[in-house]
C-alpha cells in the first residue's frame, strides 16, 4: 500500500486523502448548479458527513489551484 501511496502522490500532487476529499467537492459543486436538491442532500450523495464537513472542504479545495485527472 506503501507503494500505492507514493506513485499515486506522485502522480497526483496529492495523497488519496486528499483526492477523494477535492472530487467530492467538485462533484458537490456540479450538482449545486445542476440540482434543485437541498445542500444536505448533496453532502450525503457525495459521501460528506455533514454540511459543515462540506463548508471545510471547499475552503481547504479552494487553495488546489489546479485538478488532478
Same mark, same amino acid.
Given at each position: /500500500? *506503501?507503494?500505492? +501511496?507514493?506513485?499515486?502522490? @506522485? =502522480?497526483?500532487? /496529492?495523497?488519496?486523502?486528499?483526492? &477523494? &476529499?477535492?472530487? #467530492?467537492?467538485? =462533484?458537490?459543486?456540479? =450538482?449545486? &448548479? #445542476? !440540482?434543485?436538491? $437541498?445542500?444536505?442532500?448533496?453532502?450525503?450523495?457525495?459521501? /460528506?458527513? !455533514?454540511? +459543515?464537513?462540506?463548508?471545510? *472542504?471547499? @475552503?481547504?479545495? *479552494?487553495?488546489? $489551484? $489546479?485538478?488532478? !485527472?
Amino acid at each position: /500500500m *506503501a507503494h500505492f +501511496s507514493r506513485v499515486f502522490k @506522485q =502522480l497526483t500532487g /496529492m495523497d488519496v486523502t486528499e483526492y &477523494v &476529499v477535492f472530487k #467530492r467537492v467538485i =462533484l458537490a459543486k456540479e =450538482l449545486l &448548479v #445542476r !440540482s434543485d436538491d $437541498s445542500i444536505k442532500t448533496i453532502c450525503e450523495k457525495c459521501g /460528506m458527513e !455533514s454540511e +459543515s464537513y462540506y463548508i471545510a *472542504a471547499t @475552503q481547504e479545495g *479552494a487553495e488546489v $489551484s $489546479s485538478a488532478p !485527472s
